[in-house]
């Protein structure tokens, strides 16, 4: 990605995860009060604790910046932790959306998440992972999975990958869970119930060379086949939820489109949402899929929603909900935690939750074809051509 602005008096702030990839960026308004809202505001929906930000000519500081944002939280939490040698306004040679570390002039400034500011306490590096993402509930130790060795949905996922990652340099594909990590027989109860239910499997990908772009993505021409960053900092529950949604996007555009419509006049202004989405996404289309399938990815996250889908038809979904509830008590609280949280803009949020859990229902009951049955296909936006529900945090 080349950080250049069209107008070299504005400001830019970039947010990074915890391994330092680029998932939003955006444009900062002069004041520094007003950015700092914004700042805070931003990291929390994106999950994102560290900002870099590119001063134009108002020449705000990393120290200055951070005065207001520390005040607005009533910390001495943000302050400067390295600098990088990136220039907003050319082609950087960091093209990967990665910052290395390196001597330079932009500042990185951590955001104290919105929990460290409760407590009132920050290691200045707070960790975003979910408490369910890959790494903490399969654990890091993975093994390759030889190309030669791979059926041929997997092959068909992995040649997805690659054309998602743009030339990023190799993917693979791996097999988690080699230890035993706490969580994992939890997790790998909840994924088979779930993928068996729904028909689905899942392929963990990992890019040995460079970050991937995405966290999760299925491919129109498998819409079977969900395919999960094993880097990922989001959570199984979100990316399976989201990435499930994706697949009903392709296999069954009856129901989708029909929930869609409910889900959506259902909705209250949700257009600082679609705003954040701007930086990945370009059509009102693709902010609908996004947001409709974020409300999928953070009910499954929810007891709740088990429990009404559990009430919607026991003979089926019995053994799915009581694995999914057991994997989230072993959770606990940790779960709380959203990447990209629609939930607040819904009054009756009840309602809402009927609809899915309907249209939930009538998915499984149905056809679910091995490729996309759209008469056309959504719009492309940059490298997203597989239409990969990617979180950009945006």
């Not at 001597?103 to 955001?111: A, C, E, L, R, T």
């Not at 079977?224 to 555009?253: K, W």
């Not at 859990?357 to 049955?373: F, N, R």
Request: charged share 25%; hydrophobic share 35%.
């Amino acid at each position: 990605m080349a950080l250049r602005a069209a107008n070299e008096s504005v400001n830019w702030v970039v947010y990074l995860d915890g391994r330092r990839r680029i998932r939003a960026m955006n444009l900062l308004p002069d004041d520094p009060k007003a950015a700092a809202k914004l700042i805070l505001r931003d990291t929390s929906a994106h999950g994102t604790p560290n900002v870099v930000l590119f001063p134009g000519t108002t020449n705000q500081d990393a120290e200055q910046w951070a005065k207001p944002i520390n005040a607005l939280t009533s910390q001495e939490q943000s302050r400067p932790l390295d600098s990088f040698p990136i220039d907003p306004y050319e082609p950087s040679a960091k093209e990967d959306g990665h910052f290395s570390e390196g001597d330079g002039g932009y500042n990185v400034i951590s955001i104290p998440s919105r929990d460290e500011r409760s407590a009132g306490q920050s290691d200045g590096q707070p960790d975003i992972e979910a408490a369910d993402s890959p790494a903490n509930v399969l654990g890091t130790t993975y093994q390759p999975v030889p190309e030669q060795n791979l059926p041929d949905w997997a092959r068909r996922g992995l040649a997805a990958t690659e054309r998602e990652a743009g030339g990023r340099g190799k993917v693979s594909v791996v097999q988690l869970g080699i230890k035993n990590p706490p969580g994992k027989s939890s997790t790998l109860r909840f994924s088979a119930e779930l993928f068996s239910l729904f028909r689905k499997r899942i392929l963990f990908v990992k890019g040995t060379e460079k970050p991937l772009p995405f966290d999760g993505m299925i491919s129109p021409d498998d819409p079977n086949t969900l395919i999960i960053d094993a880097d990922a900092p989001s959570g199984l529950t979100y990316l399976f939820g989201h990435e499930l949604g994706h697949s009903i996007q392709h296999q069954r555009p009856d129901l989708y489109d029909a929930f869609q419509k409910e889900l959506l006049a259902m909705a209250g202004d949700w257009s600082d949402y679609r705003e954040k989405l701007h930086a990945s996404y370009r059509t009102e289309e693709q902010f609908r899929a996004e947001f409709t399938n974020d409300f999928i990815g953070n009910q499954m996250g929810d007891p709740v929603f088990w429990q009404r889908l559990h009430q919607r038809n026991p003979g089926i979904f019995r053994r799915l909900v009581d694995a999914a509830l057991a994997f989230l008590k072993e959770l606990g609280s940790r779960i709380g935690t959203l990447e990209r949280d629609v939930r607040p803009y819904f009054k009756d949020i009840e309602a809402a939750r009927t609809s899915l859990v309907k249209m939930l229902e009538d998915y499984q009951l149905g056809p679910m074809p091995e490729s996309s049955v759209r008469t056309r296909k959504l719009p492309d936006h940059g490298n997203d051509n597989e239409l990969s529900g990617k979180l950009h945090r945006g």
